[in-house]
């Protein structure tokens, strides 16, 4: 069969660069070696963990805050399997859209393993072992990334698990141990500490979340601790393996003391690599980076192979659903002859824990990095009479602007419903707001984006007027 456009992988990145791309009048087939579209995002990923993190916040709340608001419980039972049931409907249900979207998008698919044979020939390889050949005049690689896993950890997928495993856990563990402290581990590692679990973190470097603004690190470890969640900082793993039904993990600090920890299940959250294996990269001359991992592409996201393009996880960039999405755009549109843009500078990164920590720009650690002048702001929820009246007042909104023209440079906040406020956020970055455009724009009360003005007011001239 000859197509347009052929793209591997159906994740958010594939699926999205696909429908575009039929869109615009191509021809277009997409390769997914699962039985289900989706990708790690909707299948294992992004998805079903929020679909537990919203059934555990229920439970907490329910045992924890529901008798203050006049609501009396009695008998309160976890049912993990029906959690679990009904995270699976969720996952059913969105893959299921996808594979609706292809039909109605009138988008061929194939199951299997694909591989180059040439620039133009794609090997469908099935898992009957059949296979058959494909060819297009482009190609979209979108094969996203699978769990980094170090030889020193013994993963056996039940004691010792990935981030996949512990979608599925048919008890609580008594004792979560946790190797990363960043946005997979602590989600997950949340949903475990509000069933009861005692939960352990084992984190390299000094903070949690070490990527973001080292001050919403600071605040969500003083909440995740409300939880009962423990933290071992400046610890490394030197092995963790399991013994029947327990796990052992030994850690060593940056001072050289060696301790040994002991729970019945470790989740390893160490990050994620960029999945290439098995496209046959090499056949073809596509150059990768990163050793031997990451797709090397251009400024129109085009490898060093004309026609054949790559997105997502598997390139340069944060490993981000909506980051894949919009270069999945971004490609169909260049294939098309169109001038697309992305502003890499303006994606958010979201950690889907209570409270919710979104951010987005720079923050003040790079600013000082590059000698930038800035000035900030910060308004905490506790000042919120929304955030009061719903008893979340965790957190805070910090807006950092540039000190002579008082543009928006960065904003990062931790609180309720940061995952989607932070998009009013983009959207002042995207048009260039100023600290004191936000703070004179007119927001409705009481509501939690009303800190994102205060927040904004204390960075123009220390204006905020609720603290």
């Avoid at 094969?143 to 990935?162: A, E, H, L, W, Y």
């Avoid at 030197?238 to 029947?244: L, P, Q």
Wanted: charge should be neutral.
């Amino acid at each position: 069969m000859q197509y347009d456009v052929v793209v591997i992988g159906s994740g958010p990145g594939g699926y999205v660069a696909a429908i575009r791309c039929a869109q615009l009048g191509m021809k277009t087939a997409v390769i997914e070696k699962y039985n289900t579209f989706g990708g790690t995002c909707l299948n294992v990923g992004c998805i079903p963990s929020k679909a537990l993190l919203d059934s555990s916040e229920h439970y907490y709340n329910a045992s924890h805050h529901f008798l203050v608001h006049g609501i009396q419980l009695k008998d309160i039972k976890l049912d993990l399997k029906q959690m679990i049931r009904r995270k699976d409907e969720v996952v059913q249900q969105n893959t299921s859209g996808i594979a609706y979207l292809f039909k109605k998008n009138k988008i061929t698919s194939y199951h299997g393993v694909g591989s180059f044979i040439d620039q133009h020939t794609i090997k469908v390889s099935k898992s009957d072992g059949t296979s058959e050949n494909i060819t297009a005049k482009h190609v979209i690689i979108a094969t996203g990334s699978k769990p980094t896993i170090f030889p020193f950890i013994q993963v056996d997928g039940k004691r010792v698990i990935t981030s996949t495993e512990a979608l599925n856990l048919q008890e609580v563990p008594k004792h979560l141990i946790l190797i990363g402290g960043g946005v997979i581990g602590l989600e997950l590692g949340s949903v475990y500490a509000r069933l009861g679990s005692k939960v352990t973190v084992v984190e390299y470097a000094d903070s949690i979340i070490s990527t973001m603004d080292k001050a919403l690190g600071r605040e969500l470890q003083k909440s995740l601790t409300k939880l009962g969640m423990e933290f071992l900082f400046n610890h490394q793993v030197i092995h963790a393996e399991a013994k029947g039904k327990k796990v052992l993990v030994a850690v060593e600090n940056s001072k050289g003391e060696k301790l040994s920890l002991e729970g019945d299940y470790c989740l390893v959250a160490t990050g994620r690599t960029a999945y290439t294996d098995s496209l046959g990269l090499e056949h073809i001359g596509i150059q990768v980076e990163e050793r031997g991992k990451k797709i090397t592409v251009n400024d129109m996201l085009e490898t060093s192979v004309k026609g054949i393009y790559a997105i997502g996880d598997v390139i340069r960039g944060p490993m981000l659903a909506h980051k894949a999405e919009d270069e999945g755009i971004f490609v169909a549109e260049v294939i098309a002859g169109q001038k697309p843009h992305i502003n890499y500078n303006l994606i958010p990164g979201v950690v889907y824990t209570w409270p919710e920590v979104a951010s987005v720009g720079f923050t003040e650690e790079q600013l000082k990095e590059r000698g930038v002048k800035y000035k900030s702001g910060s308004f905490p929820f506790k000042a919120s009479g929304r955030a009061r009246a719903s008893m979340d007042m965790d957190g805070f909104i910090k807006v950092i602007a540039d000190a002579q023209t008082d543009e928006i440079l960065g904003v990062h906040m931790i609180g309720p419903r940061a995952a989607d406020m932070i998009a009013e956020a983009v959207v002042a970055m995207e048009f260039r707001a100023s600290a004191e455009d936000i703070g004179r724009i007119c927001h409705a009360h009481p509501t939690y984006t009303e800190a994102f003005k205060e927040a904004s007011l204390a960075a123009t001239s220390n204006r905020a007027i609720h603290v």
